[in-house]
């Protein structure tokens, strides 16, 4: 047995994975944005994992001997076990590692969650046996990952491969990165939920499924405000879409990440828009886009695999 935790930029989840990836318990709690204002969003992920991986052992009843590894997915850079520049989090360093290993003696291992999602979307989901692939994360941010001639492409000077960070619009909004005008600050959830719940008067304690229902009741209703930062969203998200199979001409894009929850009213939209705008170089009937099949479990099988 394993355990993995996925870090994200708003939630984080524990989860028990058998030696076979499968997901068996997991555990999860929201990082607020008021956590991170109030300056103690470090101390709540350090606490909030322990927590969880205990509560794991109390109710399977598995004594730690049975677990061969932890593993960590996490936003940012991961690096000597830490998590540095993760803005999303608004962290520059976390030492989170040893914090783990000093309380339970077993091995642990963290990588770039973006990285560990693309590992069990290839092993276990939609990339299976798909040669050259494009992995996309779509929720707090973006991010994305490479695979040719199926193998994980990993840069020798900087981690990854920062998709989120690929500029669409010149003097554009403002991105936690510093540069503007960034394919996330325009198609991240985070950001479509926001501008819904401006609309709509929704406090930030409605939850990312209860903001799924109220968009699909509001486009029943023809609500034209919604409609437009529907609208907006999906040209935006055609835009980086059409730049990215125009880059790699990648066999699949597999999109993960919150996304997966709002895409039966993104993804038809968007994909009907590369395709009567014209915006791809090597034209196509259907666009090769699907989403990641182990949803937001992903991070959590991939990091216990590291
Ligand atoms: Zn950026």
Request: glycine share 12%.
């Amino acid at each position: 047995m394993r355990i993995g935790i996925d870090l994200g930029g708003s939630h984080v989840a524990v989860g028990l994975v058998s030696e076979e990836g499968k997901l068996l318990v997991k555990k999860g709690a929201d990082i607020l944005q008021k956590y991170k204002e109030e300056g103690r969003v470090q101390k709540f992920i350090i606490d909030t994992i322990l927590e969880k991986i205990d509560e794991i052992f109390e109710e399977t009843g598995l004594n730690k001997e049975f677990i061969s590894q932890i593993g960590i997915a996490t936003p940012g850079i991961y690096q000597n076990g830490c998590i540095l520049h993760a803005v999303n989090l608004g962290i520059e360093e976390l030492a989170i590692e040893s914090k783990i290993q000093v309380k339970y003696h077993i091995p642990v291992a963290g990588n770039n969650d973006v990285t560990c999602c693309s590992l069990a979307e290839q092993k276990y989901g939609s990339l299976q046996g798909v040669q050259d692939a494009v992995f996309l994360t779509i929720g707090t941010g973006i991010g994305g990952a490479y695979i040719y001639q199926g193998k994980l492409v990993m840069p020798k000077t900087n981690p990854g491969f920062e998709f989120g960070h690929m500029i669409l619009e010149k003097d554009g909004r403002q991105c936690n990165c510093g540069s503007k005008g960034c394919f996330e600050t325009y198609c991240s959830i985070k950001r479509l939920r926001q501008k819904v719940r401006n609309i709509l008067g929704l406090e930030e304690s409605v939850r990312g499924h209860e903001i799924v229902e109220y968009i699909i009741r509001e486009l029943g209703k023809n609500n034209q405000e919604i409609q437009k930062v529907i609208e907006d969203y999906t040209d935006y998200l055609a835009i980086g879409l059409s730049n990215i199979m125009n880059l790699f001409e990648p066999e699949k894009i597999s999109i993960g990440g919150s996304f997966v929850h709002y895409s039966s009213f993104l993804l038809p939209k968007t994909t009907t828009k590369i395709i009567e705008k014209g915006m791809l170089f090597n034209k196509r009937e259907s666009i090769p886009i699907q989403l990641a099949t182990l949803k937001n479990n992903a991070g959590i099988i991939g990091a216990s695999m590291l």
